[in-house]
DNA sequence: AGATATCCGAGTGAATTAGTGGGATTTGAG
DNA sequence: CTCAAATCCCACTAATTCACTCGGATATCT
């Protein structure tokens, strides 16, 4: 039940790729200085984050990622789901239909599941990264060498 | 970010020895059988039930477990917190002092992830073994013959 | 042309998961 | 007393997942 380095190392990326990316595109090599992740797991995470539509690319020298939408129409949640591939704690929760579950299909740990996973939705779906922009450029004008996070 | 089997199994096994021990002590064995839930795999799990001090034990002839105390003061997240050691997605949201991430302790996903760890503290807190038991005698009932969950 | 980028897939060591298996100990029943 | 039914308590292992690294192809601005 742990959340892995792709989550957590992808939205401090995305975070960074928000902040830098306003005005023109944002390498990987510097997302890597200033967070201090490898460019070559950067590249992996990234590649998720395309795929799922989050960023948009560009090639060539001076090329970049930019976010695809205003960071106000993307969530935690959005994030999260890109990076672990579903944010489901339990299989089960997800098939909707009667037919889930062997035998007649009554399950009743079944609800259980569905009811942490509802709860973890609203939680990351709750969150916008401009939310957490404001919040990390409010935190280094307070401490302008910081080193960020480690986790 | 998958609640692993110990979670999953485990909680199963906690209804089913809440169900049946109300008059008797209960095997790991008739567990083993109703849940279809290997007998060592269940012994693993129990222990850390017992450990937490959310089972009691019987040795001996005729032995086996009963809930240490009432079903309605047992919360599925007592259960989930005793088989999983924790139910927290990043470590980092539980060091409650400044000290925590590195450098100066400014660190802006730690607010994310306390977030997502209060919502899922709230809703395992929030449904007690006693419902489930409830739940589960109301299916077996309109279904004598179902096979339970497989998960 | 060359430097700076993204893009892409394969490979790998470490850690975790999901179990099994063997045997010691305790205790009620016959 | 003895035996069978239980819990208890390890140690072990195969498979999977995690957390990366590496090599090289492709695109594009200067």
Redesign the pocket.
Known sequence: M?L???GR?GLRAMIDLADYSEYEAV???SISERQSI?V??L??L??KL?KAGLVN?????????VLAKPAIDISVGDVLRALEGGLVPVDCSELTGESSCSGSGHCVTKFVWQRINDSIQDAVDSMTLEELVADSRRVRQSNPEGTGCDI
């Open positions: 742990k892995s380095t792709k190392y390498s990987i090599s490898s070559s797991y590249e992996q990234i590649a395309k690319s560009i090639r060539g020298a001076q090329g970049g990622y």
